[in-house]
């Protein structure tokens, strides 16, 4: 009862630092409590996540644009990057309008915008009318929607094209020219390079019903590159619509993804999955066989790994885990799901395999456990006791109760292994 006091004094003292806006430091789980180690996992990653929210936020206070965009998974964060691209778009409207060049309506609802509007419209029409008299460098509204597309943008490391109705670009940016410069027209093209980037914007640019607000990832695998490309309708002031397709290249972000993914699903000690990776792993892969197909459950106790930490110390019981591991992942196949369920507990998942040839898997490794034991020089003997059950799944399989199952007849074996002994 007192350490489930001192969990909760100490989750509630991290809540407390974290509302107090003490963000700068990672908060660490005081017990290897499962669950409580979960809590302090999503805590950590509600710092990460305020922490950007605020970057952004003192940026945008201190009129700063260009600043760093929070990740995507950053849920809280989207107003706050909705906020900075529409003040984005806002900055370059009025910096054209300080040139006298004829700019775009912001399309949203609002007070600021509304104003912004009504400005830009009081400017052009003072500058159309200028140009109608003297002579001036001025753009005309025709030449304007064919030639000229939110120049700031061009500032950005991304890449922007505007599409017309009838699929033709009509404007490329710098960035955008290095995959788009050979195509005129969406509705006639050959596509030699970046076949899957390309081949989704042509079928976004041919369609008649305009997509506003379109977002998705795309993997080109003709590059090995992921891309997201961001859709919006721009409407000008004489109310002819355009596509503008802005296109930022995410390799890196998606790789950094992916360890960030294997890392949470990884456990760090012995490379193998940890409980809640190796239950998604299962999901996704168990998916791929019939229905009819064996499966085999078994589940793995470290024998006299306590005893060993506390004779030996934590890196002789270290030693004893992965050494454990490492015989048992020998005997495994590459199909097989070797997840670590707890501190000295393992489930092995063997898909499209019978009884027999999961009891044939682990009684081989742990004879050459007791190989091992036999020549080893350690102070202390590895062993383990497993339990196997077989079954076939289907949408009402419950994974949970299957390994609890196993974890029954795992005890079968200890206490039989304790009988011969005595």
């Not at 009819?292 to 060993?308: E, I, N, P």
Request: proline share 1%; aromatic share 10%.
């Amino acid at each position: 009862m007192n350490d489930e006091k001192q969990t909760l004094q100490t989750i509630l003292e991290t809540l407390r630092s974290v509302l107090h806006g003490d963000l700068n430091k990672e908060f660490l789980s005081p017990t290897d409590d499962e669950a409580t180690v979960e809590i302090f996992r999503l805590l950590n990653i509600l710092v990460l996540h305020l922490n950007e929210i605020k970057e952004v936020s003192y940026n945008l206070a201190d009129g700063k644009l260009d600043g760093k965009i929070p990740d995507r998974r950053n849920y809280l964060a989207a107003p706050l990057k909705t906020l900075q691209s529409r003040l984005s778009t806002l900055t370059w409207n009025v910096e054209q309008a300080i040139k006298r060049k004829v700019v775009g309506n912001m399309v949203y609802d609002g007070e600021l915008y509304k104003t912004i509007n009504t400005l830009i419209e009081q400017i052009a029409n003072n500058s159309l009318n200028q140009q109608n008299n003297t002579e001036s460098d001025v753009l005309s509204m025709d030449s304007w929607k064919y030639h000229q597309l939110l120049l700031a943008l061009g500032k950005l490391t991304i890449m922007v094209l505007l599409v017309n109705n009838k699929g033709e670009i009509v404007y490329l940016n710098e960035q955008a020219k290095t995959i788009f410069s050979k195509i005129t027209s969406f509705f006639e093209v050959e596509i030699s390079d970046y076949k899957e980037l390309v081949s989704y914007v042509a079928s976004l640019a041919i369609q008649k019903e305009a997509h506003i607000h379109l977002r998705q990832e795309i993997f080109d695998s003709s590059r090995n590159k992921w891309f997201t490309i961001i859709s919006e309708t721009i409407k000008f002031l004489n109310d002819q619509a355009f596509q503008m397709y802005m296109i930022s290249d995410i390799t890196n972000w998606k790789k950094k993804e992916i360890i960030l993914e294997e890392a949470a699903n990884i456990d760090s000690m012995t490379g193998i999955y940890n409980k809640h990776g190796g239950l998604e792993k299962l999901k996704q892969s168990i998916q791929d066989f019939d229905k009819d197909r064996q499966h085999c459950v078994a589940f793995v106790d470290l024998d006299g790994l306590k005893y060993t930490n506390d004779t030996f110390g934590h890196k002789e019981g270290d030693f004893f885990i992965k050494k454990s591991v490492k015989v048992l992942l020998h005997f495994a196949r590459q199909t097989d799901i070797f997840v670590r369920f707890g501190g000295d507990e393992f489930v092995i998942f063997f898909l499209n395999c019978s009884y027999n040839n999961a009891l044939n898997r682990l009684s081989n490794a742990h004879q050459k456990i007791i190989n091992f034991n036999r020549t080893s020089t350690k102070p202390y003997p590895l062993d383990f006791s497993f339990g196997i059950v077989q079954f076939n799944y289907t949408e009402n399989t419950d994974i949970l109760k299957i390994i609890e199952q196993a974890d029954k007849e795992m005890y079968v074996d200890k206490k039989r292994k304790k009988t011969m002994r005595k």
